[in-house]
């Protein structure tokens, strides 16, 4: 799946005070943590997600997976593309990084996603449409930010 060709959901971002070498550990870390639980694991299975196990804990390289996710494309320190699908959409979760100056990193989490059909659009209106999602990814991006800035 071309991340590129799903439609835009939402961007959030944050400037972590560290280099990207070290908002690239907390970004591995975080999603570890976050996707690699038992209870992730449950949402993949409930969902029907077409990556329910977990390659990790792990490098993020091409071709690992996460509950609900492959990594499609990683770029250390700049960019890591997961890709996913299951009976209700089919998405994409971009991370980028840009040093903006020394010792500060831009760290910007973009969510794309297609939700077909009847089914589709009500898993759109219960994740994004509560705000549930947003919620969700700007506290893994702090997460990131308080590990990157405890380095």
Excluded at 16 to 36: C, Q
Aim: charged share 25%; proline share 4%; aromatic share 6%.
């Amino acid at each position: 799946m071309e991340s590129t060709a799903l439609p835009r959901v939402d961007e959030h971002t944050t400037v972590v005070a560290a280099g990207a070498a070290d908002v690239w550990r907390g970004l591995g870390e975080t999603l570890d943590r976050s996707f690699t639980r038992p209870g992730s694991a449950r949402h993949a299975r409930l969902v029907g997600a077409t990556d329910r196990t977990a390659s990790g804990p792990g490098p993020l390289v091409e071709g690992a997976t996460l509950h609900g996710f492959r990594v499609a494309e990683a770029l250390a320190g700049r960019e890591l593309v997961l890709v996913g699908g299951h009976r209700f959409s089919s998405y994409a979760l971009v991370f980028r990084l840009t040093e903006t100056g020394p010792g500060r990193t831009r760290l910007c989490a973009e969510t794309r996603a297609a939700f077909p059909g009847r089914a589709g659009a009500l898993y759109r209106g219960l994740v994004v449409g509560t705000g549930g999602h947003g919620v969700v990814v700007r506290r893994m991006l702090a997460s990131v930010r308080r590990r990157a800035e405890r380095r």
